[in-house]
């Protein structure tokens, strides 16, 4: 078993570059689907998300590069068949891959593949995705062990979709079968966060004609023969935010360039108010944008801390804020809205000796300051493994974090990215 093994105590410094975005890059793989010319993707992060995504492709026909090096990833799906399709297991792997279904009934009309997979941070049924689909006009023939869709390619049964709630997956899947097929639709409360306007402007580039960008409301006018192109992943706002808060926990002095700092108001103002002190730089392009995270901080409770739809609080920096409200003074209620189970690591957190007061599967009372000790904690997913190494970093003593597979889905390099900072971890 893989662990990460951390000595705390010590206050990082120096300066890190921000990777592109995991969930900006995933659905921008989806959109290779719909062309036979070859796209390059820039700025893509090391994580094995990636890694999986690009292997599916390849084991249903399409050819890959990935240049780890120069950052970049060049698909050419020409060769895609949908008997690789129905064969293809791993297609199982991550919940993401639902939007390469949207892709996939959209180019070839009919397809059956496996079930999306996922992680552990509670019921995240398909159904916006799936009733979406079919309110477009495609046959949900069956959704249990196998996904089999048909779309009889005859135009949309309506052109409109209103969403039951902003899904960021949701608005992909929905708008990458658009842009698939000749006809127009609308999806009216659409997500509109960072990663839905970058799929957008991808499949915009490669030909399809999208209104509403970074609205809750898109018009979308597809075509059979999309083109390729060169693209470029956005900088990862939860990795942002995962590392400016591990500074300011420990007290660092620590400079983000490549930030994106239009999509991180929202953190920015809950920093404020939990009395972080920061510095913005805000330059004529995002690479040129930095965010410094430097002492001394009035680290202090507030009210609530509520991530929500953006423009509001991106839910992924919920676990890592958690951490930062053990060391605020007095209690803040957590409250995540989105998801029954994904505040099951505040027992992790507990059992190193944070004050938690668990309410429900969606609220939890958070008391601060306190001196964490270090033990062994397990990581529930993603970015709960991150926080769990970001309360090991205060942490007295040794604390040691299984399960680091989940880690290593969405964070490029990141024991790596933390020793360059001055962290004790391996």
């Known amino acids: 078993m893989s662990v990460y093994t951390i000595q705390g105590g010590r206050p990082l410094h120096g300066t890190l570059r921000i990777s592109g975005e995991k969930n900006s890059v995933l659905p921008m793989i989806a959109c290779t689907l719909l062309t036979s010319e070859p796209c390059t993707l820039c700025d893509v992060p090391e994580i094995s998300d990636v890694q999986y995504f690009l292997e599916t492709l390849e084991a249903i026909g399409a050819r890959v590069a990935w240049d780890k090096n120069a950052k970049t990833v060049t698909v050419q799906c020409a060769d895609i068949t949908p008997e690789k399709i129905e064969r293809c297991s791993q297609l199982s792997k991550t919940r993401a891959n639902i939007i390469m279904a949207g892709a996939l009934v959209a180019r070839f009309g009919e397809v059956r593949m496996p079930m999306p997979g996922g992680d552990t941070i509670g019921v995240r049924p398909l159904h916006t995705h799936l009733e979406g689909l079919e309110t477009f006009g495609v046959e949900v023939l069956q959704a249990s062990d196998c996904l089999h869709l048909r779309y009889a390619r005859t135009g949309l049964q309506s052109p409109r979709m209103m969403l039951d709630e902003a899904s960021v997956t949701g608005t992909e899947t929905l708008a990458v079968f658009l842009a698939g097929v000749?006809?127009?639709?609308?999806?009216?409360?659409?997500?509109?966060?960072?990663?839905?306007?970058?799929?957008?402007?991808?499949?915009?580039?490669?030909?399809?004609?999208?209104?509403?960008?970074?609205?809750?409301?898109?018009?979308?006018?597809?075509?059979?023969?999309?083109?390729?192109?060169?693209?470029?992943?956005?900088?990862?706002?939860?990795?942002?935010?995962?590392?400016?808060?591990?500074?300011?926990?420990?007290?660092?002095?620590?400079?983000?360039?490549?930030?994106?700092?239009?999509?991180?108001?929202?953190?920015?103002?809950?920093?404020?108010?939990?009395?972080?002190?920061?510095?913005?730089?805000?330059?004529?392009?995002?690479?040129?944008?930095?965010?410094?995270?430097?002492?001394?901080?009035?680290?202090?409770?507030?009210?609530?801390?509520?991530?929500?739809?953006?423009?509001?609080?991106?839910?992924?920096?919920?676990?890592?804020?958690?951490?930062?409200?053990?060391?605020?003074?007095?209690?803040?209620?957590?409250?995540?809205?989105?998801?029954?189970?994904?505040?099951?690591?505040?027992?992790?957190?507990?059992?190193?000796?944070?004050?938690?007061?668990?309410?429900?599967p969606h609220q939890a009372d958070i008391t601060g300051p306190v001196q964490l000790r270090g033990t062994m904690v397990h990581s529930w997913d993603l970015r709960a493994g991150a926080s769990m190494v970001l309360a090991g970093l205060i942490a007295e003593g040794t604390t040691t974090v299984t399960d680091i597979h989940w880690i290593d889905r969405g964070y490029e390099h990141f024991a790596a990215n933390l020793r360059s900072l001055g962290a004790d971890i391996t």
């Open 182 to 360: 000749a006809a127009t639709g609308e999806i009216t409360f659409a997500a509109a966060d960072p990663q839905v306007q970058t799929t957008l402007h991808m499949l915009q580039s490669m030909g399809a004609t999208v209104e509403g960008i970074g609205t809750h409301h898109l018009r979308i006018t597809g075509s059979h023969t999309l083109r390729g192109g060169r693209f470029t992943v956005t900088p990862d706002v939860t990795a942002t935010g995962t590392y400016a808060i591990a500074a300011a926990i420990t007290g660092g002095d620590v400079t983000l360039t490549n930030v994106p700092h239009r999509d991180l108001y929202s953190f920015y103002g809950v920093l404020q108010r939990l009395g972080v002190r920061f510095t913005c730089h805000e330059a004529p392009t995002t690479e040129e944008n930095t965010l410094r995270v430097h002492g001394p901080h009035d680290l202090r409770a507030v009210r609530v801390v509520k991530p929500n739809i953006y423009p509001g609080l991106i839910p992924d920096i919920q676990s890592p804020m958690a951490v930062l409200l053990t060391q605020c003074a007095g209690t803040t209620q957590l409250f995540d809205w989105m998801y029954e189970g994904r505040l099951g690591y505040l027992w992790e957190l507990k059992r190193m000796g944070a004050q938690v007061r668990i309410l429900n």
